[in-house]
């Protein structure tokens, strides 16, 4: 079993849809996880970050975190065509240097 | 905000012949650097933890000989791929923190490597 999954879609939805993505792991240790997203040949860049358990919201995006199930989530709401990108859960032991374990990323799109 | 520059964005080589990318953080100090490397609909892959002044690590399976790490100052960590070769031909982005910003990474553009 992989530490973390992550479905890998396509998942393609209309423009106004909300948007589900999410990710199971199986390493207990992972306290710090995060949300990127990644345009085509770009690098990723952090959408969200949650620490434990628990929620977070920023504008359009909601972070949900439930340990016991070892399971986040991302929503997307009002989902827009610039939308349409890979998201990649990535998750960490601790806040220091450590490595951080990447999901294979979902690829979303968002049509007009 | 943290910025990571990445350079070149994307080269072509032939096979045999050597590629150095260049990862610089703009406007912050990095002890650390991360060179990952990506694989069409693969997830990033942590080839090596770049550490100012020293050796780099590498992670399990990633030739240390041949993909050579330097970070000789705080700002610049470049990656070298020697004799490359076809299977080389990937993704390859790097990143780092910030100091003071207790959580994620900021990455560069990424290099997309080509050998012909």
């Known amino acids: 079993q992989k530490e973390v999954e992550q479905d890998p879609g396509p998942l393609s939805v209309p423009e106004g849809a909300i948007v589900s993505l999410n990710c199971t792991y199986s390493?207990?240790?992972?306290?710090?996880f995060m949300w990127y997203r990644q345009y085509s040949r770009k690098g990723p860049e952090l959408l969200m970050y949650?620490?434990?358990?628990g929620n977070k919201e920023d504008g359009r995006f909601t972070a949900q975190v439930d340990k016991s199930s070892k399971y986040i989530s991302l929503f997307i709401r009002d989902s827009q065509p610039s939308d349409s990108a890979t998201y990649l859960c990535?998750?960490?032991?601790?806040?220091?240097?450590?490595?951080?374990?990447f999901g294979k990323g979902t690829m979303l799109l968002v049509s007009p | 905000g943290a910025v990571v520059s990445q350079h070149p964005s994307r080269v072509i080589c032939k096979s045999g012949t050597s590629v150095k990318i260049e990862c610089r953080s703009l406007?912050?100090?990095?002890?650390?650097m991360f060179w990952y490397r990506q694989f069409p609909k693969q997830s990033l892959m942590l080839m090596a933890t770049?550490?100012?002044?020293?050796?780099?690590?590498?992670e399990q399976g990633v030739e240390k000989d041949k993909f050579l790490i330097n970070h000789a100052s705080l700002t610049l960590s470049t990656l070298t791929v020697t004799s490359a070769h076809p299977e080389d031909s990937s993704f390859y982005i790097c990143?780092?923190?910030?100091?003071?910003?207790?959580?994620?990474?900021?990455f560069g553009s990424g290099t997309r490597l080509t050998v012909v």
């Open positions: 990535a998750m960490s032991s601790n806040s220091g240097y450590s490595t951080l374990t």
């Open positions: 949650t620490y434990s358990s």
């Open positions: 990143s780092a923190r910030k100091p003071g910003q207790n959580y994620g990474y900021t």
């Open positions: 406007d912050f100090q990095a002890t650390t």
């Open positions: 770049s550490n100012e002044g020293s050796k780099a690590t590498y």
């Open positions: 390493n207990s240790a992972f306290q710090y």
